[in-house]
Each structure stands twice: as C-alpha cells, then as structure tokens.
C-alpha cells in the first residue's frame, strides 16, 4: 500500500517561497497522477496542480498559475511543489495525492498534510 508523506510547509511572509516535498512509501508509485490540493480554514478541499507521474504533463488550477510549479522525480519517488510570490490567501493544509486512472476515477492515495501559513 503506498503511503505519501508531506513535508516543507510552514510560516512564510507574503511573496516569499516554501517548496513542498511529497515522498512515497510502501512500494514504487505506478499510477496516473500525482498532484497536490489544499484546504483552507471553514473551506473545503481544493485542486491546486497535477503532474502526469509516467508523461511529466501538468496541469494547475488558475489561481496559482505562473506561481507554482509542480514536479517529480519518479527515481526517487518523490514529487514536490515549488511556492514562489506567496499570498495570504495561499494558506492551507497542503495534501499530496496519487491517482492510479489516467481518465476518470478518484484519488486513491493520500497524505496527512502539512500547514502553510502566509502573512501578510
């Protein structure tokens, strides 16, 4: 069974930088997809980016587009979230995910979360 693992988050000031790492346990990660969401406070949980794990393809939701960027590294399998020009609104709980279907499905795997705090 694969387990993910978050690690990065933290307290960081208002167009500053954290990088997110999401390690997989538990056996090589074969699936689909890779991808990151978040949940804010009183908010539910949203899609923040995807990494295609086999064709390195990536997709983001629009809010983060230009800012963030997605990526992996299937030797290690490993994949990460770089955060450059931070924003309060950018504060969450950031979750790792898998997907083993390319088309269609849920997610399968998940994260615990690891909280990013930006202040202004």
């Known amino acids: 069974q694969v387990q993910l693992i978050e690690s990065g988050g933290g307290l960081a000031q208002a167009g500053a930088s954290l990088r997110l790492s999401c390690a997989a346990s538990g056996g090589a990660f074969s699936g689909a997809w890779m991808g990151w969401f978040r949940q804010a406070s009183g908010k539910e949980r949203g899609f923040v980016a995807k990494?295609?794990?086999?064709?390195?393809?990536?997709q983001y939701t629009d809010s983060v587009k230009g800012r963030f960027a997605i990526s992996r590294d299937n030797a290690n399998n490993a994949m990460y979230l770089q955060m450059n020009s931070l924003k309060p609104e950018d504060t969450a709980v950031y979750y790792c995910?898998?997907?083993?279907?390319?088309?269609?499905?849920?997610?399968?795997?998940w994260g615990q979360g690891t909280q990013v705090t930006v202040s202004s």
């Open positions: 990494i295609g794990w086999r064709s390195g393809s990536t």
């Open positions: 995910a898998g997907k083993k279907q390319l088309l269609g499905g849920t997610w399968d795997y």
